[in-house]
């Protein structure tokens, strides 16, 4: 079982930036691919980006690519979403995720296993 937890979100201006941080419990932390996802009011919920388990690949989707950066620290069971250039279309409540799946990239929300509560961030213009 893994617990996750995020942090960090916020009121920011477009163009400002935040960095969220997911703090995962549990001793196999490294043997999860992590993602985060996003869910705006009245949409669905949207895949954001992904790291593999050591941490060497990921994959982003086309609306934040170039934008934010998705980074882990397997000693400190932790990761992270760098959020630059923000725009007001961001806005919404970020998810971090985990998954057992050893499949790539893992971008279904249905392939991951455990949610953290989520974290609002919005981006005023």
């Known amino acids: 079982q893994v617990q996750l937890v995020e942090s960090g979100g916020g009121l920011v201006q477009a163009g400002g930036s935040l960095r969220l941080s997911c703090a995962a419990s549990g001793r196999t932390f490294s043997s999860y691919t992590m993602g985060w996802f996003r869910q705006a009011p009245g949409k669905e919920r949207e895949f954001v980006a992904t790291?593999?388990?050591?941490?060497?690949?990921?994959y982003y989707a086309d609306s934040v690519k170039g934008r934010f950066t998705i980074s882990r620290d397997n000693a400190k069971i932790t990761v992270y979403l760098q959020m630059n250039s923000l725009k007001p279309e961001d806005t919404a409540v970020y998810y971090c995720?985990?998954?057992?799946?050893?499949?790539?990239?893992?971008?279904?929300?249905?392939?991951?296993?455990?949610w953290g509560q989520g974290t609002q961030v919005t981006v005023s213009s």
């Open positions: 790291i593999s388990r050591g941490g060497g690949t990921t």
């Open positions: 995720a985990a998954a057992r799946s050893s499949g790539w990239p893992v971008k279904g929300g249905s392939e991951y296993d455990y």
